[in-house]
């Protein structure tokens, strides 16, 4: 296959890829492809950074059967494309259906997520690799943000590197800088048909909830630069906030300097 991209992508994923130091000599990086847009797009992109960086990095992917019921779990697309680009592929079986049965209704997106984080970094380990590669995106990035802001009173989203030090695996985001209809847009440029998604709550989960308030807000209100502004709130050093509640101990001394002579019991 001949691959390429436009120059306006292409600096996206370079400005990711230099800013955070993604790529290093002797890499051996897993990629996680479901099928869907972003996945294919971030395996396309990879192996366009393999032909044109002055790394020596290799390149691998892997796909996690779900095992949901009634779903039928065929391949057979993404081993055509995999092979097209000459990135060694694999897939394993993970009974995250069975798992979220369990949960009694609790999240099933956080349960979903963790057990197929949790499969591909033993993956990653087991077969000598040291980084894994996900396809999330900056809308991915903003939506986490917000949905930790009014689901946990947590100001927080995933980092584009992470390294999980349990493990010795490091995770990167390359697609951090580009937006979803960007990467919605790519796949139809070079005529890729992505796999629809097996998970039986796609559509219903808290995650389109927020897109759909985001969207709401950009479109009804409107406010000017919304999604801009998000973004720019998850950078550390952009504002001020409160230091972090301190508990009944940490105040304790202070707490009785201001009551004087008062019994402290």
């Avoid at 009173?153 to 209809?181: H, S």
């Amino acid at each position: 296959m001949k691959i390429n991209m436009p120059q306006s992508y292409f600096s996206k994923l370079m400005r990711a890829i230099v800013e955070f130091q993604m790529i290093e000599d002797g890499d051996h990086i897993l990629i996680g492809v479901s099928g869907g847009k972003d996945s294919i797009f971030l395996a396309y992109a990879l192996a366009i950074l393999r032909e044109r960086l002055h790394k020596d990095f290799q390149l691998s992917a892997l796909t996690i059967n779900p095992m949901f019921p009634d779903v039928t779990f065929d391949t057979e697309r993404i081993v055509k494309f995999c092979e097209s680009l000459a990135i060694p592929y694999d897939t394993i079986d993970v009974d995250i259906a069975g798992t979220i049965e369990k949960q009694g209704g609790k999240n099933p997106c956080f349960t979903c997520a963790y057990f197929r984080r949790g499969a591909m970094n033993h993956y990653a380990k087991d077969h000598g690799m040291n980084k894994v590669a996900y396809a999330h995106h900056n809308d991915d990035a903003v939506e986490t943000f917000l949905m930790s802001i009014l689901y946990s009173g947590q100001v927080t989203t995933f980092t584009p590197v992470t390294y999980l030090d349990r493990i010795g695996v490091t995770v990167i985001r390359p697609l951090i800088y580009f937006r979803e209809q960007e990467t919605r847009d790519a796949v139809k440029l070079h005529g890729f048909t992505p796999e629809p998604s097996p998970c039986p709550h796609d559509g219903h989960t808290i995650r389109q909830t927020v897109k759909e308030l985001i969207a709401k807000l950009e479109n009804d209100v409107p406010i000017p630069d919304l999604y801009n502004h998000l973004a720019s709130a998850m950078r550390e050093g952009d504002g001020e906030l409160w230091p972090r509640a301190k508990n009944r101990k940490e105040m304790r001394e202070t707490y009785f300097s201001y009551l004087g002579n008062q019994k402290k019991d």
